[in-house]
């Protein structure tokens, strides 16, 4: 029997595992810092290449003005709605807000400028009390975020009527040369959603309470044994987006000169796809702000491009859907585990009466019988 030296150097452990390539560990380790936004990032990157071979007047400096403005004002919507969806729920009262926030803020001043810093107080709170009541009966009243969203957005469009009477008048003057304005040749709404987008972002990621909200949409049962108060949150979130959304409100009002009693209609969907192509998972949990404000910009243009090649408004609903479809296929639907269910499967191929699946090992009759009747004499 071979003796043992207790006294021989022992080989330190290796830093790889065994048959792995070091290069494509740190490649993997790599990849997994990659940034959340840049999948987004490269799609967008993309599709203003398609534009620019396919439909070249949807991105002339004419057309990217006039689309800018309006990707900025989704863009602060979908922060909104992206506070709601991390803390698991979704606000369907998206256009009734908006569409508040727009005839505040061209029915009380009626073109006069003067009264406009009234308005814009109203529409905040207006909005905010909104979202209060919203917040209030998901949070503590345990309401289905769907019906009491729904619910929120039929008594807005109530107020709407009852304000507008159904014909809001054109904005003020002062509003539009605000929002419709230009810093250094950039839109000013494009301006405040990057602005907004890098304050948020760095409220979530880099605070306390914004890694607690985090952790809270992750993981209600976890955030409760863990002493966060999970109610709380969800109360913020819904009043926090209500903040978003009459920011968009009021940038929209200045943008359309004539804006419509209904506003707002146009953006329940959108806010809803740009937060699921940024990444943000409907369940809830972690997301980032800056991958929806960059979704905002992609569906913006998509929209752009749609609207150039001479389809109808249907389409581009179509389109806005499709674009959502898309991003729940890409981010909801577990590829990796499917894939390697199939692979797996398809190597092992049918498998043999009386072989285990464990170890894929022949398990003869005569054994099975043995073990059921007993020991042998």
Aim: charged share 10%; glycine share 12%; net charge positive.
């Amino acid at each position: 029997m071979a003796s043992h030296d207790q006294n021989a150097p022992v080989d330190p452990l290796p830093t790889e595992p065994p048959g792995r390539d070091p290069g494509r560990t740190r490649l993997w380790q790599l990849r997994g810092r990659t940034p959340a936004f840049l999948p987004i990032l490269l799609a967008t990157a993309a599709l203003f290449l398609i534009s620019l071979v396919f439909e070249p007047q949807s991105v002339r400096h004419s057309a990217l003005l006039g689309m800018l403005p309006f990707a900025g004002v989704l863009a602060i919507a979908a922060m909104g709605q992206t506070l709601v969806i991390q803390q698991g729920g979704i606000d369907l009262s998206v256009p009734g807000m908006i569409s508040l926030a727009v005839v505040l803020l061209t029915s009380y001043p009626n073109g006069d400028s003067g009264k406009l810093a009234v308005a814009i107080l109203l529409a905040f709170a207006a909005t905010l009390a909104a979202g209060v009541l919203s917040g209030a009966m998901i949070s503590a009243v345990g309401v289905t975020p769907i019906v009491a969203t729904l619910g929120m957005n039929a008594l807005l469009y109530g107020a709407v009527i009852q304000i507008s009477g159904g014909n809001p008048p054109p904005t003020t003057h002062a509003l539009a040369t605000f929002a419709g304005g230009k810093v250094a040749g950039v839109p000013n709404a494009l301006v405040i959603a990057v602005v907004l987008t890098a304050i948020l972002a760095v409220v979530i990621k880099r605070t306390v309470v914004g890694r607690r909200f985090e952790a809270v949409g992750a993981g209600l049962l976890g955030a409760r044994a863990a002493g966060l108060k999970a109610r709380r949150h969800q109360f913020v979130a819904y009043v926090g987006a209500a903040g978003f959304y009459c920011i968009a409100g009021v940038l929209l009002a200045g943008i359309v000169s004539s804006p419509g009693a209904f506003q707002g209609d146009s953006y329940l969907l959108p806010t809803v796809a740009a937060v699921v192509l940024g990444g943000t998972s409907l369940l809830g949990g972690r997301g980032s702000v800056v991958a929806t404000a960059i979704a905002a910009l992609f569906i913006s243009q998509l929209d752009q491009f749609v609207l150039v090649t001479g389809a109808s408004q249907g389409i581009q609903s179509l389109v806005d859907a499709g674009a959502l479809a898309a991003g729940l296929a890409i981010y909801s639907i577990p590829w990796r585990r499917w894939l390697r269910r199939y692979g797996r499967s398809s190597r092992d191929g049918p498998r043999r009466a009386g072989e285990t699946v464990e170890r894929g090992l022949p398990m003869p009759a005569e054994t099975g019988a043995g073990l059921a009747s007993g020991p042998q004499k």
